[in-house]
């Protein structure tokens, strides 16, 4: 079994023995989403580490426009514990690059791969992408490459 999967699981009983609700509740859909994940497609199978990360991605980003969406409608009370929920699956989830880290590392796909100008994005998208490998949102790395892009 995968070493993600099984620290969920074990993080999901503690949560029930300390009932703590959000974190049981949230932990119980991850598991809930990377079981669908497992038997969709043609055969079931067991996910690794980096799809487990893949769809526990997923799952935040969802929470994070939820929340967005909630606050948007003026339903504080529903924002808060969609971010709450969130920050629990962040928890499993590789650390988030800062906007220094982000930025050099979109220099060196540039400098990488010479593109220059607004139609070389895909090139440097696809450079970037490789390495920032689900530490930024695609949101952020698209922004940064388009202004680094038009800068240079």
């Known amino acids: 079994m995968p070493e993600l999967k099984e620290r969920i699981r074990a993080d999901l009983t503690a949560s029930m023995k300390d009932r703590d609700e959000v974190r049981t509740r949230t932990l119980r859909m991850a598991l809930a989403e990377i079981s669908k994940e497992e038997v969709a497609g043609h055969a079931a199978r067991e996910l690794d580490d980096a799809e487990i990360e893949k769809v526990l991605a997923r799952e935040a980003k969802r929470r994070r426009e939820a929340a967005e969406a909630f606050q948007g409608a003026g339903r504080d009370g529903q924002a808060a514990a969609e971010r709450a929920e969130g920050e629990v699956l962040a928890a499993y989830l590789p650390k988030q690059l800062d906007d220094t880290e982000l930025a050099e590392l979109v220099s060196a796909a540039i ?7 607004p139609g070389a994005m895909g090139q440097v998208m696809k450079a970037v992408n490789q390495k920032v490998a689900g530490r930024a949102q695609g949101a952020r ?3 940064e490459v388009r202004s680094q892009l038009a800068a240079g």
């Open 111 to 117: 400098a990488e791969t010479g593109a220059s100008g």
């Open 141 to 143: 790395v698209a922004a």
